[in-house]
């Protein structure tokens, strides 16, 4: 689905990770990737996954730095020349901001949440802009703590809430240059980002218990739909946050 086509994913950690399963997806739909990590704790074990894929590019990318996300783009211009696809799986908020009330969050916990989590998306596409010379996909993680109230996801709700209106407003501004933008929205998984949200295991319990399919999400089932918007078979999709939840979304209790 993805032959001959370009793209980058950001926000590898482990093998855990959404962004790792959105790779190896891609990878197996022909598609030829650059991934990032976000700083030398990781890169010994991103490079090690790395090295099961076709010719990858791995970069390292932490995204409050204006200066890394630019480097990265010089990297993939200098040896690809375009881009076709853009994945951002990546956020982050400081523990105290998730532990206590929200009523609490501080401006300091507000303001680093919402520059990792939120601004790096439009960051990271507008580097990619210029490189999309032939249309482009670009994809970001959502969840459902941005439109309900999620005991524990506090300010990140919020930020989702934020990150997906950038998805409406990137798409409404990129869509006449072939470029779709959209979100991924899963229902909970066990990765490194999830286990620093408190509750995280009573929510995947409830999950398997009120969920249409009575059961969470996989990794891979992220990544199988991943690669449909990234390809040409959602050739006409822009703007969507798309639920891979299990139907969790759609009950009322
Ligand atoms: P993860 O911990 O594997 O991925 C989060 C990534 O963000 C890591 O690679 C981390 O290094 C990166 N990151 C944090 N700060 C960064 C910075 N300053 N610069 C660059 N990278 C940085 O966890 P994940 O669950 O795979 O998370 C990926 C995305 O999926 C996130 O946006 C998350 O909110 C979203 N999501 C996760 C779940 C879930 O239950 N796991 C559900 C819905 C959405």
């Known amino acids: 689905m ?3 086509k370009r793209g980058i994913v950001f926000g590898v950690a482990n093998e855990y990770s959404i962004a790792w399963a959105i790779a190896k997806a891609a990878n197996e739909h022909g598609a030829q990737l650059a991934i990032t990590y976000q700083n030398e704790r990781f890169e010994e074990t991103v490079r090690k996954l790395a090295a099961s894929l076709n010719d990858p590019m791995v970069l390292q990318c932490d995204v ?5 996300i630019v480097r990265v783009y010089d990297e993939i211009s200098r040896q690809w020349g375009k881009l076709d696809f853009v994945v951002h799986s990546i956020a982050y908020a400081p523990r ?5 009330k929200f009523l609490d969050t501080t401006r300091e916990d507000f303001l680093l949440a919402h520059d990792i989590s939120v601004y790096s998306f439009i960051a990271v596409t507008r ?22 109230a999620v005991p524990g996801y506090n300010v990140m709700g ?16 990129l869509g006449e240059r072939n470029i779709r933008v959209n979100a991924l929205s899963p229902g909970p998984i066990k990765t490194l980002a999830a286990r620093g949200i408190p509750g995280f295991t009573k929510m995947l319990d ?8 009575r059961r969470s999400t996989l990794q891979e089932e992220v990544g199988k739909m991943a690669v449909v918007l990234l390809s040409d078979y959602a050739s006409a999709i822009t703007g969507e946050v798309i639920y891979v939840d299990c139907g969790y979304h759609i009950m009322g209790l």
């Open 96 to 100: 105290a901001a998730l532990e206590g």
């Open 127 to 148: 580097q990619a802009v210029p490189l999309m010379t032939e249309g482009g996909s670009v994809l970001t993680l959502t969840y459902l703590g941005s439109e309900r």
């Open 206 to 213: 409830l999950v398997k218990e009120r969920a249409p399919m």
């Open 64 to 68: 409050s730095e204006d200066g890394q």
């Open 158 to 173: 919020v930020c989702k809430a934020a990150l997906e209106a950038c998805v409406r407003y990137l798409a409404a501004e």
């Open 2 to 4: 993805l032959e001959g």
